[in-house]
């Protein structure tokens, strides 16, 4: 029993010694962070009145009429009919989650029989050691490229 309990006392400062350098490190609140996931929100408005086509009192479309696809994490076509909606008081939008461990993403976002509209967005880090991976450029079809911030909404004009 005494060798157990100076073997654990070794082991316990060996740890510590290991552990312990003169540049320290920041430490990292991981499972916060693990569930933050790069995303964009988007909304479809008719680009001559502004009104949004899903959303409005009197929709041009129902949630059945757009879809969006993409690559998944197996590198396999794969699609989202309806994408997920989000009302936070903030207003109705449509909220994509970035599959994969990619810097960049495309996904193409269909609606009935209009032309279909191609999102490519780029994933980072934000400044600091223990910044999440998030989005934080997005460009629509041929626009130049825009920066992106969580809670930004997308706005794809039809």
Do not use: W
């Not at 029989?113 to 191609?118: I, P, Q, S, V, W």
């Not at 991976?133 to 969580?150: D, F, L």
């Amino acid at each position: 029993m005494k060798n157990f309990i100076q073997c654990c006392a070794g082991l316990l400062l060996m740890l510590t010694c290991i552990s312990c350098s003169k540049k320290e490190k920041a430490t990292c609140l991981l499972a916060p962070y693990a569930l933050i996931l790069p995303s964009f929100d988007f909304k479809v408005v008719d680009k001559t009145t502004g009104t949004d086509l899903f959303f409005s009192a009197q929709p041009t479309y129902t949630l059945s009429d757009i879809k969006v696809v993409f690559k998944n994490t197996s590198n396999k076509v794969d699609s989202l009919a309806p994408p997920m909606k989000i009302n936070d008081g903030a207003g109705n939008r449509f909220h994509y989650i970035i599959p994969g461990n990619r810097t960049t993403d495309t996904c193409f976002i269909k609606i009935k029989n209009l032309k279909t509209d191609t999102v490519i967005s780029t994933i980072g880090s934000i400044k600091g050691e223990c910044a999440p991976i998030v989005t934080i450029k997005i460009q629509v079809n041929q626009e130049a490229p825009m920066k992106y911030s969580n809670g930004d909404v997308i706005t794809i004009r039809k």
